[in-house]
């Protein structure tokens, strides 16, 4: 996306160099991977020590040290550094040990200032429920990408993103007359399905039934007849998925654990959600909370409900998480772990598992979105960060810190030992293509987990095609001036952390991918749905690493015309929590839970 991206190394060259860094740490098994940080790069964006001190509790940088979290209410953005700082702070402080809030000395994700998110029920809605110290996590073992529409998205071969609605099988025949579709009959060599009605005469020229109206011409509606379906938008074109299933796609490591998912909104998150539901007049519904008096007024609703917020200021925050099972990995020792409830399947069959229970298990964590509310900008900061061994990284280019300046390229990473790859191959089309999916993508209303045509159910192999959140790389070899500053950014943040922090200490080994927010603070825009990221509208325009992604959560959706407001975003733009947080509208308040409480009580 080159107008963001230059945007932001615009920006980034107001930061100010300060101090050096040390070089990454080194696993202790053998035969693991990771990703190795230029050492030589230009230091934009670095933390001082002085303030690096400040981020510890008791003043002093300590290995597994507990840390604060950044001050969202007094944020104050003067280049990109100061995004990408507050993404370092508040990841050292998620993964904390945790001293005070009453977790039994976990960390400070698994504490009382979290609340847990449940899977949807049957009809979308979830339930908030805090972490208690003997209590343990239930994971999901997929997770649902979905678009500006809160359906489930895909996205096609030729890169576009497109939303899926669910419907019976009528379209529309070419005189607009309703027709229910009796058979679909599989593509031939020319990639066309044929729908066939119900008497068996083919349906000419058939078109989908679009309910929905927002970016329609991107919404497609699968057309699905027994086991056989086809995706058809509203002017008859058949969209091709890259994937056969297109969405719910399932990952596994190469040490064969399923990767499972959890949701998590903090204290403040779930108070200022609850007063908006409950129509409580002290509290904005129009935006989360970004100023002082928008936390005092959530701290006060929530002390009618006989709560604290311990750590207010660091307003509205979600998390998204990605985790696989310890055991299965040479080196656990190296993640950062947590006890929860994962579902087990039958898996004698390599074409199907179905669902035959649960178990509790130690789970590593592989991968974190940190979305937050801070001044100046209620459509949040958007970061995320993986663990150095997850994936190969595409190659990239960086900034050196010579005083020429020199721009270098770093070659795609080769090696086995990576978490979700065992190939060296150098082609981007060996890479992230999905070998099983959740057969709710199907229609199905059941979980179990199937292989994509030609696949097993078994490890696939993942790259990281836009390291960095740039978007030079791609096979088309296309590059933007200002990928390798914005690049060098984000390179020299991790390196700078990372050196700061004493010892042995896990934090080490994950790596900031990124982090995204709009110019300005202005509302999302849904940069890249409309398929034209190169000229995007100056009002709303991603800021930052404008093409980020997870390669465990956005693992088939990395693309160069997508970011996070993508689908976190809505027509027209707006700041509104249910346009910015897809679980938003779908919680059930806190107070109902009280409620419950209380009764129980009496």
């Not at 981020?55 to 979290?69: E, L, S």
């Not at 790596?511 to 995007?536: C, E, R, S």
């Not at 690493?545 to 407001?565: D, G, H, I, R």
């Amino acid at each position: 996306m080159k107008k963001p991206i230059k945007i932001a190394a615009a920006i980034a060259l107001l930061g100010t160099v300060l101090w050096g860094c040390k070089s990454t740490t080194t696993p202790s098994a053998t035969n693991v991977s990771k990703v190795i940080l230029p050492t030589d790069v230009c230091k934009s964006c670095v933390v001082s020590q002085d303030t690096f001190k400040t981020w510890f509790k008791n003043g002093v940088p300590a290995a597994n040290a507990a840390v604060v979290p950044a001050n969202s209410v007094t944020f104050t953005p003067n280049n990109n550094c100061d995004f990408y700082r507050w993404s370092e702070q508040m990841f050292l402080w998620i993964t904390s040990p945790d001293s005070s809030y009453g977790s039994g000395g976990k960390i400070v994700l698994e504490s009382p200032v979290f609340y847990n998110v449940s899977p949807p029920d049957s009809a979308g809605n979830r339930i908030l429920t805090p972490h208690k110290p003997d209590s343990l996590f239930h994971m999901a073992g997929h997770i649902r990408k979905l678009g500006p529409n809160r359906l489930p998205a895909f996205m096609d071969k030729k890169g576009r993103l497109f939303e899926i609605e669910e419907a019976k099988p009528i379209v529309k025949d070419a005189t607009g007359k309703p027709v229910e579709v009796g058979e679909v009959k599989p593509a031939t060599a020319n990639g066309i399905a044929q729908l066939l009605d119900k008497a068996g005469k083919p349906i000419v020229h058939p078109m989908a039934l679009i309910h929905h109206k927002v970016n329609a011409k991107f919404i497609v509606q699968r057309v699905k007849v027994g086991k056989s379906f086809v995706f058809l938008d509203g002017s008859g074109n058949q969209v091709q998925a890259e994937q056969a299933q297109a969405t719910d796609d399932i990952m596994m490591s190469q040490g064969k654990s399923l990767v499972y998912y959890l949701s998590l909104v903090n204290d403040v998150y779930a108070y200022y959600m609850t007063g908006v539901r409950n129509h409580d007049p002290s509290i904005d519904s129009t935006s989360f909370p970004t100023t002082a008096a928008a936390r005092d007024a959530v701290c006060k609703y929530a002390r009618k409900n006989h709560a604290i917020l311990p750590d207010s200021n660091a307003l509205a925050i979600e998390i998204k998480s990605s985790w696989v099972e310890a055991s299965t990995l040479p080196n656990p020792q190296d993640y950062v772990t947590v006890n929860a409830i994962i579902p087990t399947y039958d898996t004698t069959n390599n074409q199907i598992w179905k669902p035959n229970g649960e178990k509790k298990a130690k789970m590593a964590l592989v991968g974190i979105h940190i979305v937050g509310s801070v001044a100046h900008h209620p459509e949040m900061i958007w970061a995320t960060f993986e663990h150095e061994s997850n994936t190969p990284n595409a190659k990239y280019q960086y900034v050196d810190s010579t005083k020429a300046k020199t721009v270098k390229t770093v070659p795609q990473d080769k090696g086995t030992g990576w978490l979700f790859s065992n190939t060296t191959d150098t082609a981007l089309t060996a890479y992230n293509n999905s070998h099983m999916t959740d057969t709710t993508a199907t229609g199905a209303a059941t979980d179990n987990i199937i292989a994509t045509p030609g696949n097993t159910i078994s490890p696939s192999n993942t790259m990281q095609t836009l390291p960095w959140g740039s978007a030079w790389g791609q096979p088309t070899n296309q590059q933007d001036s200002s990928s390798a500053a914005s690049n060098s950014e984000i390179i020299s943040i991790n390196n700078n952390v990372r050196g700061m922090i004493p010892g042995e200490d896990i934090r080490k080994n994950y790596l900031f991918i990124g982090a995204i927010w709009t110019f300005k603070g202005t509302p999302p825009t849904g940069n890249g749905y409309d398929q034209n990221p190169v000229n995007p509208p100056a009002s709303g325009t991603t800021i930052g690493t404008s093409v980020l992604a997870n390669t465990t959560m956005e693992t088939y959706f990395q693309s160069p015309n997508f970011s996070c407001f993508t689908c976190h975003s809505d027509s027209p733009a707006s700041f509104a929590p249910a346009s910015i947080s897809h679980i938003f509208s779908k919680l059930e308040p806190l107070y109902r839970v009280h409620d419950q409480l209380n009764k129980k009580k009496k």
